[in-house]
């Protein structure tokens, strides 16, 4: 069983249009980490949401945590080919712990 | 200045062989672990050492056996190999309070003929 779900699997955009990926799952987090990974090296962690309803901005990245803390965005503004990679959500259920579960990730093609 | 580092890059034997690989981090953190990452992408934990104590061990073949020496180490040594064992396993250290938040290493890449 799948604890966080990620969707779409895949995406293939044009440079500069934007677009959102989705974390969702029935079990609360304390909270989610948003990372990336390009291919041939190991997750970057982009950002971490505690609070539900919690917004945090990194450049043209926007992550939201959900007010229930069950579910996760991020939103990509005007997409470019140094945004490709596999965006991969994490997290630990219920009070946090060590065992970090992972989201089956988001492959983000965006072509020039 | 490498924050996690892993040995070997790639590792490419023959079923049966028993291998290992290694993992050092020097970013001081408390808690390292080994994943697994098959071919879909999906990554999956196998280990997690805090202060060299084993504090996770997931359902993981007894081929599989992790040695943290002190904290800045954990190997990871696998015997009889067989093809399934085929991934990418990761290295990844996290420092006491911020559990999630981990760093990885760049992975080694494991091919079982």
């Known amino acids: 069983t799948q604890l966080l779900e990620q969707s779409p699997q895949f995406l293939s955009i044009q440079e500069g249009e934007n677009l959102t990926v989705y974390c969702n799952s029935s079990s609360v987090f304390s909270s989610l980490q948003w990372y990336r990974q390009e291919p041939g090296e190991g997750p970057v962690l982009l950002v971490t949401v505690v609070t539900g309803g919690e917004v945090k901005k990194l450049k043209r990245l926007t992550f939201q945590f959900g007010d229930a803390r069950k579910d996760s965005s991020l939103h990509i503004t005007a997409a470019q080919p140094g945004d490709t990679g596999l965006y991969l959500c994490?997290?630990?259920?219920?009070?946090?712990?060590?065992?970090?579960?992972f989201g089956a990730g988001t492959r983000l093609f965006v072509k020039a | 200045d490498t924050a996690v580092s892993q040995t070997p890059k790639y590792l490419v034997t023959q079923m049966g062989n028993d291998k290992s690989i290694k993992c050092e981090q020097n970013l001081g953190h408390d808690t390292m672990y080994w994943y697994k990452q098959d071919s879909k992408k999906f990554l999956k934990i196998m280990f997690s050492?805090?202060?060299?104590?084993?504090?996770i061990n997931e359902t993981v073949p007894n081929r599989f056996s992790p040695k943290s020496p002190d904290k800045a180490h954990l190997n990871l040594h696998i015997n009889s190999l067989e093809l399934g064992d085929s991934a990418v396993y990761f290295c990844a250290s996290s420092q006491a309070g911020r559990a999630n938040e981990q760093f990885f290493g760049p992975g080694t890449r494991l091919t079982v003929l």
């Open positions: 994490a997290g630990a259920p219920g009070t946090g712990g060590f065992k970090t579960i």
């Open positions: 050492y805090n202060n060299k104590e084993l504090i």
